[in-house]
Nanobody, 130 residues
Framework: VQLQASGGGSVQAGGSLRLSCTAS????????MGWFRQAPGKEREGVSC????????HYADSVKGRFTVSRDNARNMVYLQMNSLKSEDTAVYYC????????????????????????WGQGTLVTVSS
């Protein structure tokens, strides 16, 4: 299993970034995909989750209305569009594969939590300056 997040960078508050995650080595279209972040000195936080089919998404309250998760199962890619960025969004962002397994795919839990995800990629740093 390989997951690689990219697209991070430095942006001013109010700006936008689009993160991408490239997946390989597993049946991508079976697994839910999650985005997590970890800011310096803070615990890892679940940001968003998208079900294996893409028909269900979940967001942390802190990013609802600003972030949008999507996936392209044909390309084994998942994206996180981040708009109206705030300084508190500064963190290393990680993508992860997992979810709650079902007969035909995996779903997201009611809360985006790391315990539901088994495979993790390298992170990408997002820095938002005020």
């Amino acid at each position: 299993v390989q997951l690689q997040a990219s697209g991070g960078g430095s942006v001013q508050a109010g700006g936008s970034l689009r993160l991408s995650c490239t997946a390989s080595g597993f049946s991508f279209d079976y697994f839910a995909m999650g985005w997590f972040r970890q800011a310096p000195g803070k615990e890892r936080e679940g940001v968003s989750c998208i079900s294996s089919s893409g028909d269900s998404t979940h967001y942390a309250d802190s990013v609802k209305g600003r972030f949008t998760v999507s996936r392209d199962n044909a390309r084994n890619m998942v994206y996180l569009q981040m708009n109206s960025l705030k300084s508190e969004d500064t963190a290393v962002y990680y993508c992860a594969a997992g979810g709650l397994p079902g007969q035909h795919g995996s779903s997201c839990g009611s809360i985006v939590t790391a315990v539901d995800f088994d495979s993790w990629g390298q992170g990408t740093l997002v820095t938002v300056s005020s």
